[in-house]
Nanobody, 111 residues
């Protein structure tokens, strides 16, 4: 249902823009970007309600920006000033993960 893309390897301070394309309509659903680092639990990085309320985890505030195009069922995560601790596989899904998970996109931040 979700296809994530845009990941890659960047140096600290770099930027990436992740995209998520959804098959089916999610215009009535809140959506979020999640990430899972090796050996850690999956966590919500940023979320957007269907009315546009946005929340970010504290460690990415001011660096990441979530956005969506309701008509195109597409979601983005602009990530700036990346840090090594942002290294993880990134996924899009409902904030509590009620939909099937996609394969995710790997983000590696390393010098």
């Amino acid at each position: 249902q979700f296809v994530e893309s845009g990941g890659g390897s960047v140096q600290p301070g770099g930027s990436l823009r992740l995209s998520c394309t959804a098959s089916g309509s999610y215009s009535e659903s809140a959506m979020a970007w999640h990430r899972q680092a090796p050996g850690k639990q999956r966590e919500v990085v940023a979320s957007m309600s269907r009315l546009g309320r946005i929340d970010y985890m504290d460690s990415v505030k001011g660096r990441f920006t979530i956005s969506r195009d309701f008509a195109k069922n597409t979601f983005w995560l602009q990530m700036d000033s990346l840090k090594p601790e942002d290294t993880a596989v990134y996924y899009c899904n409902h904030p509590v993960g009620i939909f099937s998970w996609g394969q995710g996109t790997q983000v590696t931040v390393s010098s």
